[in-house]
């Protein structure tokens, strides 16, 4: 399946690879969104036109549709057009949100393919005034159909969209609190979910040691998914901060690659929605050796993460 330009919104719904870097490497926020409030995205929204208004979309929101419209579509700029409207509040810039979608060549009418329909979710996505899922949308409210018309590039002919938004997600974790676990470190959580980490006295942890500190209710992260996470990383050597997500934009990564090994092991086998403390020894972290600040060799780190959105791996192939 090649779907185009849509493949910005979403590198996981298209190849299933969401690294960081190399392998082995740190974590890294992506930065904040530079709009902000529903009044950024209303004035971002591509604008309805005739190509748009032309398609005919067959089917209800939120499930697998078709887009029939006359062939060859005459595809000169970006448009947009709503054909559902949802209920809600509107989304604002910066709003984690989930959404699926239906792609159609201009030129012949053909379906290209779709994703995050049914039992095959892609991760959530921070919507914004500047990348193409804002452009699209708008300040729309959830529940909400638009098809929209692409104009041909030199890499891909004129393409048509059926684009729903689904949901809004929570930026923090939002499962059950769990009874906190003896010996590992304690957590405050600031009113926007932002953790901050106290370590116990005593000896420091040689061993990997996880737990739950809040259990979600969705799926189950494996090995080799997509994950969508909110992180806190903090270094036991000196107990400062040494990265975290909080403040920028959360954090994708593939499950078993592009991280360091401890951070894998912290979120397979929990569920979407959940919060995990995770001690990692230089073994799962950085290697051993001479301890260092630079690129924390030798360190032991504990890892808060606030498990947002996971996207099957089998879901992209």
Known sequence: MRIRPIAAL??????????????????????????????DLCAAAAPSGAASESIEVDGEAGEQSTATFPAPLEVEELQS????????????????????????????GEELGSFGYGDSPVLP???????????LLGCATPGTRVVATFPATEEAAAEVYIVDLLEVVPSAAWGEEQDPVDGMPTVELAEDGAPTVTLPE???PTEFEKATLK???????????????QYHGVSW?????????????????????????????????????????????PSVAYGE???????????????VIDILGVQSATAAE
Not at 14 to 21: E, K, M, P
Not at 81 to 98: H, K, Q, S, Y
């Open 10 to 39: 979403s590198v996981a719904a298209l190849s299933a690879v969401l690294l960081a870097g190399c392998a082995g490497a740190a974590p890294e926020a992506s930065p904040s969104p530079t709009g902000t409030g529903s009044a």
């Open 81 to 108: 057009t709503v054909v559902v409207e949802g209920e809600g509040d509107p989304v604002a810039a910066g709003d984690l949100v989930t959404y699926a979608l239906s792609a159609f060549n201009a030129e012949t």
């Open 125 to 135: 996505q921070q919507i914004s005034p500047e990348n193409p899922l804002g452009q």
């Open 202 to 204: 005593g000896d420091m």
């Open 215 to 229: 259990k979600g209710d969705g799926p189950v992260v494996e090995t080799g998914d997509g994950v969508l996470v």
């Open 237 to 281: 050597n000196s107990g400062e901060v040494f990265d975290q997500s909080w403040g920028g934009a959360p954090f994708s990564f593939t499950a078993g690659s592009g991280v360091v090994q401890g951070f894998t092991d912290a979120v397979v086998g929990e569920t979407v929605g959940s919060q995990v403390i995770a001690v990692l020894p």
């Open 289 to 303: 050796g001479e301890i260092t600040d630079a690129d924390l060799t030798g360190q032991t780190l504990v890892f």
